[in-house]
Every structure is written in C-alpha cells, then in structure tokens.
C-alpha cells in the first residue's frame, strides 16, 4: 500500500487519457490553504503531489500553508501532555480535558500551532498513502490532537455533520493507493473508495463543518513511470484548480430535518433501494453503484500495474 517516487520506464499498456492541463486562473480573491502531508519519503510520490499542490495554488494567487508532518517529528498520540495544566495524579478524560484546555488557550503549542493554521485556512487538503485502508498513524495522530473538543466538536461549539465548528472551510482528500482502482468499485474486494473514506470525508470533515470534495486518487502507486506521474499531476492540477468552484459530496445535515432525535435517518427520506453509508448522502448523487463520487467531477489515475 505504499508509494514510491516516479520511475522513468514506460508501460506497455495504454494509458487512461487524463483531463488537458489547465492554465492558472488568478482568482477574484486569493484563498488560504492548508495541506497536511504524511509521508515519510522526501523522494516520494507523495511528496511530490504536495509539492505540485503547492505550487499550483500559489501560482493562483492563493496562501498557502504545508504541514509536514514527518519533517515535522509530529508526535501521534494524545497524552497528559498536550494539556500543560492537568494534575499529574488525575485521571485523564480526554475529551473534558482537551475541552478545558481549548477554551482556556493552555493546549500545549504544537497542537495549538496547528489550530492555529486551521483556523487561518479557507480550505484544508490531506495528502497522504493509504495504508492498511486508512491514513498512516500520524496523520491520523494529527486528526487526534489537533480536532479538540471545543475547537472541533462538543458542547461548546455548533452541532455536527451542519454547520458546524469550523463552517466555511473546504477539504479535499488526495490519496495514493497500491491496488488498482477496480479493487475499490462497488463490487471490488476492497469495497467502494466512498465506503474506505467515510470516516474522513464524513466523520471528521462534514462532522466538524467543513465541505468536502470528491477525492483525488492515485492508484496502482506502488510503480508510477514518469509518463504516469505527468498524467496525475495534470489531473490533480485539474482538481485543485476547482478547490473552491467544485460542488462538494452533498452529505446530509443532521438539522435539516432528515435525521430524530436519536440520530437516526428518518424512513422514506432516501431514494427507492438505498442502503449503507449512500443514505446519509442527498438523494440526487446516490444514482451510481460506485456511490457519490462517481459523476463526472470525480478524477481518478489508474497505473496498469496490480
């Protein structure tokens, strides 16, 4: 499920056509950006995909802000420490710790940095391999940490899966994959890459407020010729130059009325024959089998290698 940096052997194969490269458009008002990287190769693909989301937004016109996180030595794991005031003989409760904390601004700084960054930020992208179907540790960490109650969820902050608290922002998912993309199709033994980024696209993005777009997948990423990289790289240019135009995968509000007080989807509300994780999406995108992100926006890369 790794990646490894662009090789310059070509494939026999032929190559999936990919979108023409678009030139920049200085946009009516720059935006700020945030993208989160996780890879620990320099030298990787994945490097290399933020570096290319990196320049494309600033030749826009766009701020932008990169979070490396392995340069970054980030530690993963939630601990005592990252709330400097709890006694050192209390029990930890995480969640009304972090709360406190966040809203008396004594997070520890690498946390309250990144919040920071968050909150700055228009939109936020993750760049990151899929590793045993999720994100690598540290990212994962960094969701841990950084997403507090009181400055992600709880109490203090907007209902979830709404507007909630940080309303206002986009977020896009750039990912690489080892397998080939039919691994992830409605009847791949991977299941649908809508299903496989749930928890992210749903349970951290539209739970937290933010709107999220289609992802931006890379498969068969394990050996990607040089030729292959060109056509990803325009792709992902192509998708980053739609960050704030794109329509984002149109989840359900939990206060829009479709939902009770249990939180639990009303019957009736979906479309005929709708099932799984597709009831929480707006009935117009739940048309294909391969579930929200497979019209005409969604921009996928497939390497011919298994």
Same mark, same amino acid.
């Given at each position: ?7 310059s052997?070509s ?6 056509q990919s979108p ?5 458009v200085?946009? #009516?008002?720059?935006?700020k950006?945030?993208? #989160?990287?996780? +890879? ?8 290399a ?14 701020a ?16 005592? $420490? ?10 930890l ?11 008396a ?9 990144e ?6 930020? $228009? ?15 540290i &990212?994962?960490g960094w969701? $841990? ?7 992600? @969820?709880?109490?203090?902050?907007? !209902?979830? @899966? ?6 206002? %922002? ?16 409605? %009847?791949g ?23 999220p ?5 890379? @498969? ?13 790289r325009?792709a992902?240019e192509?998708? &980053?130059?739609?960050?704030?135009? $794109?329509?984002? #995968? !149109? ?25 799984g994780?597709?009831? +929480? ?10 579930? !929200?992100?497979?019209?005409a ?10």
């Open positions: 499920m790794n990646d490894v940096a662009p090789q052997q494939q026999a194969q032929a190559q999936p023409p490269q678009a030139q920049p200085q946009p #009516v008002q720059p935006r950006i945030l993208v #989160v990287s996780a +890879h620990p190769g320099a030298d990787s693909l994945n490097a995909l933020t570096d290319v989301a990196v320049e494309r937004l600033r030749a826009a016109g766009h932008v802000e990169v979070s490396d996180l392995y340069a970054m030595k980030w530690k993963a794991t939630v601990d005592a $420490d990252d709330f400097p005031d709890h006694p050192a003989r209390e029990r409760h995480v969640m009304a710790a972090s709360e406190r904390a966040t809203l601004g004594r997070l520890s700084a690498d946390v309250a940095a919040q920071e960054k968050v909150t700055w930020s $228009d939109a936020v992208v993750l760049q990151f391999p899929m590793w045993w179907f999720g994100p690598p540790a &990212l994962k969701i $841990d940490r950084v997403f507090t109650a009181g400055f992600g @969820y709880g109490p203090a902050v907007p !209902p979830p @899966y709404s507007e909630g608290a940080l309303a206002g %922002r986009r977020a896009l998912v750039s990912v690489t994959a080892g397998a080939r993309e039919s691994a992830f199709s409605d %009847r033994v991977h299941g649908r890459l809508a299903d496989v980024l749930h928890p992210l696209q749903h349970g951290l993005f539209w739970f937290t407020g933010m709107a777009l289609e992802p931006f997948a890379v @498969y068969g990423a394990n050996e990607l010729p040089a030729e292959r990289f060109e056509a990803a325009r992902y192509h998708r &980053l130059d739609g960050l704030f135009s $794109d329509a984002p #995968v !149109p989840f359900r509000s939990l206060v829009g009325g479709d939902y009770d007080h249990d939180m639990r989807l009303l019957p009736g509300v979906e479309a005929p024959g709708t099932g994780l597709d009831l +929480h999406v707006e009935p117009a995108a739940q048309a294909s089998p391969d579930g !929200p992100w497979s019209g926006r969604r921009t996928a890369v497939t390497a011919t290698v298994a």
